[in-house]
């Protein structure tokens, strides 16, 4: 349960618990957390309370997160291929949530060209992927959860895991596979519709520009660890994987189809 590239940001485990701080946002994600143990999802962590320092309380999913560099399942195909379904799966169980109200999420649902159609989990890195024996089983940091559509919290796994980034910024273990076979690997494990896949690029497109805004504004309001990421360059990373992208849109495309 850390934060990008293994910045811890308040967050310790204690027992089979973690604890974490409780920001704003906390009473709408732990109303998610609870709607998906109702319903019976067991690919996320669950949500058991407040303790006497002011912290959210929740289930340590037990398992492997790559962090840092990728070990050799988290690169497999067949890893890809879950991290589809597993997303496919928290979708299908999250669809019949309506959130209170006035819930206040840590983003609004902002450049959706679309109304909301649910609650994703919006940040599906490696990181944020719990795995045993090779296979992915859970989802866990659901800080960046908020109102979204289903392609978009697509877009943003298939951006971490196919990926869609220039080669120079890509794990070594995938600095030489070809990304398009692999976006539609992913289309195909999660059974994404075929006019759903024409739109995924131009949605690639728009959530790269949206990352880098918000990413250099939480960067200069919030400081921590998105002022870490930023000046770790983030920001530079996005602007190659949007030229690279570029570079390579027909061919990527062309898997799509």
Do not use: K
């Not at 999250?94 to 006035?102: E, H, I």
């Not at 960046?144 to 392609?151: G, N, S, Y």
């Not at 000046?231 to 849109?249: N, P, S, V």
Request: net charge negative; with cysteine.
């Amino acid at each position: 349960m850390l934060s990008r590239e293994g910045l811890a940001d308040g967050v310790v485990r204690v027992g089979e618990t973690v604890r974490r701080p409780l920001g704003a946002h906390g009473p709408a994600v732990h109303g998610l957390l609870r709607y998906l143990e109702d319903v019976g999802f067991d690919g996320a962590p669950r949500f058991l309370g407040v303790d006497e320092q002011g912290r959210e309380v929740l289930s340590y999913v037990e398992g492997d997160v790559p962090r840092g560099a990728l070990p050799g399942y988290a690169a497999a195909d067949d890893a890809l291929a879950g991290v589809a379904r597993l997303l496919r799966r928290y979708h299908d169980a999250v669809q019949g949530y309506d959130p209170p109200a006035g819930a206040r999420w840590d983003a609004e649902p902002a450049d959706l060209d679309v109304e909301p159609e649910l609650i994703g989990h919006c940040d599906i890195t490696p990181e944020n992927v719990v795995f045993r024996d090779g296979t992915p089983v859970a989802l866990i940091d659901f800080d960046l959860a908020r109102p979204t559509t289903r392609l978009y919290d697509v877009v943003t796994a298939v951006r971490h895991w196919a990926p869609l980034a220039d080669p120079a910024d890509r794990d070594r273990l995938l600095y030489h596979v070809d990304p398009g076979p692999r976006v539609r690997l992913f289309c195909d494990a999660y059974g994404l519709a075929r006019d759903e896949r024409r739109w995924l690029l131009p949605a690639a497109w728009a959530r790269f520009e949206r990352s880098y805004r918000v990413m250099r504004e939480r960067a200069e309001r919030r400081g921590g660890v998105w002022a870490a990421l930023w000046d770790g360059g983030a920001g530079r990373r996005i602007r190659r994987a949007q030229d690279w992208m570029e570079l390579h849109w027909d061919d990527l495309d062309g898997h799509l189809v």
